[in-house]
């Protein structure tokens, strides 16, 4: 886990200790996202001309959640999900692209990472035991915050879930410049695809931060 995924857990805890609530209750679960499984994250262009896709595998972040497991009666404001994508890990398959795009327009030096906060507010539960989750809150990228609801599809996985989710992102939303360079042409709206499987916090032993 980050760095940064670390300290947000310790400033939860402190502020919920600040107002007199001790420790979560047997039901709460704490989820974090598993760096050893297959997650990717993608970004996808398609203008008239080319079609291209930066990828990278650098999400972390956590999740919890006022029951276990994940049932109808999942979300509000004992819910609560932080998700962050290194942006400077981002691979479009051209060196020269990569450096444009994360250098020039992404500005990743200044703005490192694409994130989301924000809490649970609807889950559909499946008859296989999945389920169609829709979480509100609010999208960062380039230093500019939007409200969002993006909407997951979760599949049970050993002791925790497998997460899908897909959601348009306009770059002129969050003021980045839309390059018109022959090797670098990006469409204004990206389709952001992430998949990740997250963990009890408590079911990884050994586990390096």
Known sequence: M???????LRVLAATLLSFGVGPPSVAAQELQVDRDAQNVVRFTSRTQVDEFEGVTDKIDGYVLLDGEPLSATTGGDDTE?????????????IGLRDRHMRDDYLEVKRYPYASFK???THTEVSGSGGAHVTAAGTFTVHGVSMEREI??????????????????V????????????MFLKLSNEIQVDVQFTVSPAGNRPGRKP
């Open 2 to 8: 980050t760095m940064r995924i670390q300290a947000a």
């Open 81 to 93: 999900l932080y998700f962050e994508v290194d942006l400077a890990s981002l691979d479009t398959g």
């Open 170 to 181: 306009l770059l002129s939303d969050h003021r980045i410049d839309i390059p018109k360079v």
């Open 151 to 168: 909407a997951c599809d979760v599949t049970p996985t050993g002791p925790g879930y497998r997460t899908t989710c897909g959601f348009p």
């Open 118 to 120: 924000g809490k649970i």
